[in-house]
């Protein structure tokens, strides 16, 4: 019987190993996201691995955006961030929806879970000045359908303005992911705009005016009657209806 060559088994499983050898290296020194990495030498001797595995590794840890790789200038701690994330659930969902519109649907459901989780812990922390910026923004919204125009950083800026005062830094760059994956994939389909911005000024000022009676069911409400039309759209639109 003839048996598959093992080495590139091997290598994967190497490479894999040296990537987690470089992520508990960031841990055990403590090194912050932009502070410099060791070269590639002194890693080759710390990890008692080959260049090539070192520069394989490094490799896969960018595209996670654990490190930055400046040419010339060394290798860096990255940020981390949730962009990778957003890369693969677009892909996922595009992938997906030649055959199945349920991809795009269970991204909206996670988002919807999330915010009306969220909006209950954020109605008894907002300030009087935080409402007056968020009904700012629904006054900006209105201003930009009369004049027949789509407002998506606006709609943005809002669902950012909502949850700031929970001083979670995940929270908006885990929002800001699925933003991303909804208006990449809504490119790609070509749906350029909302078919009813009126309807959308009036979610959010429903959620504003719950908000400000300090009304959580209501505002948790609101939020799930926001998230049905988004869900309706993307919905009709895959059917090229809208």
């Known amino acids: 019987m003839c048996r598959m060559p093992q080495e590139p088994v091997r290598e994967r499983r190497v490479g894999s190993q040296v990537q987690r050898e470089v992520m508990q290296l960031i841990l055990d020194r403590r090194l912050r996201p932009g502070a410099l990495l060791p070269t590639e030498a002194e890693l080759m ?26 040419h010339g200038y060394g290798t860096y701690v990255g940020q981390a961030s949730l962009t990778p994330l957003a890369d693969g659930l677009t892909f996922r969902t595009l992938v997906q929806l030649a055959d199945d519109t349920r991809a795009l649907e269970e991204i909206l459901q996670v988002r919807e879970v999330l915010e009306e989780g ?9 300030t009087d000045e935080e409402l007056s910026q968020l009904e700012a923004l629904v006054r900006k919204m209105e ?36 933003w991303n994956v909804f208006n990449r994939v809504a490119g790609v389909r070509g749906w350029a705009r909302d078919p009813a911005p009126d309807v959308t000024v009036s979610r959010h000022r429903d959620i504003v005016t719950a908000l400000r009676a300090r009304d959580v069911e209501g ?4 939020m799930a009657d926001h998230f049905r039309g988004i869900e309706a759209r993307s919905g009709q639109e895959s059917r090229g209806v809208g």
């Open 45 to 70: 001797e710390e990890l008692g691995v080959s260049r090539n595995s070192v520069r394989e590794a490094l490799k896969a840890l960018q595209a996670l955006d654990i490190v930055e790789i400046r």
């Open 118 to 126: 969220l909006v209950r812990r954020v109605a008894v922390l907002l």
């Open 143 to 178: 201003e930009a359908a009369d004049a027949g125009g789509a407002f998506p950083e606006l709609d943005r800026e809002f669902h950012e303005t909502l949850y700031r005062s929970l001083g979670n830094e995940l929270v908006p760059q885990l929002l800001g992911a699925f």
């Open 219 to 222: 505002a948790q409400r609101a």
